[in-house]
């Protein structure tokens, strides 16, 4: 059984328009099973914590291969 603390919160479609990486400036993927914010360009997933996108660069984790 999944609990509300389980599913990742839903990001508002207009801030993704808007959303770019920090570190490329280019465009971000969301990824609404892991809760992320894919840079592909930087190799980075930003997190999404409580619907609220993690735009810091020392919070994101690295793609591992094949991501």
Partial sequence: MTTAAEIPAAVDPRLLE???????????????EKGELISRGARLAYPIRDGVPIM??????ELGEGE
């Fill in 56 to 61: 810091l660069p020392e919070e994101a984790r």
């Fill in 18 to 32: 808007i959303l770019v990486c920090p570190v490329t400036h280019g465009p971000l993927e969301y990824d609404r």
